[in-house]
């Protein structure tokens, strides 16, 4: 299947976006877009025009963007900040703060990826602290996973849940991603150091849409798909 290009959003609107990081999409066909360079995160509408603007003048280095389940709330990573900046969706104005810079619970060094789950939890990538931190309804923390032999992950760098709640980490110093259950026990690690097919030279962004995994392979040029259904995901043929 080849899908049809909608539209192209980045060129010939303006804001001109500069430096996109990350992106989200609402069901009402909207889409948010965290630009770092610009400093603020620019929403399109169903049609690719410029819809609004979250967080000029406010925040520092957006680097991606998280919608609340309810679709009511923009979640910010705003990585050079050291913390997450919240937005009123339909009104536009910073409504909350979560974090600064530090080693704490609710502390962050380097936000870089922000995903919520269906169930309402908040999971954030403190690259720099090597940890990803759960909050309850986007403030509330409630637990952190961290790096050891069982987790089998350093240096996360995104975040991605699927549609039975587990939880996918790319390891960007260990070329693999490593799966957890909603308990944040782990299930099994995903790929190893290489070219063949599920195999990464530097894991980047990911994302689960439906039952397929997407992995961007920043070093070997590529963007391999798996398929979730059943115990352990593959890649697609």
Known sequence: VDPAVVWIIGSGTEPRLREPMGVVAHPDGNVYVADAALGQVVGFDAAGNVASIYGAGVLEEPVDVALSPDGRRLHVADAQADRIAVFDLEGGGEIGSLGRRGKGAGEFYLPTAVEFDDIGLLMV???LNSRVQIFDGGTEFTRALYPDRSTGFSRPRDVA???AGRIYLPDSAQSRIS????????????GRNGLSDGEFLGVGAIAVSGDRLAVLDRAGGRLQLFDLVGVEPRPVA
């Not at 799966?179 to 995903?190: A, S």
Request: glycine residues 6%; aromatic residues 12%.
């Open 125 to 127: 990538v403190d690259q």
């Open 161 to 163: 849940v699927d549609a």
């Open 179 to 190: 799966v957890f259950d909603g308990d944040l026990e782990p299930l099994f690690t995903l």
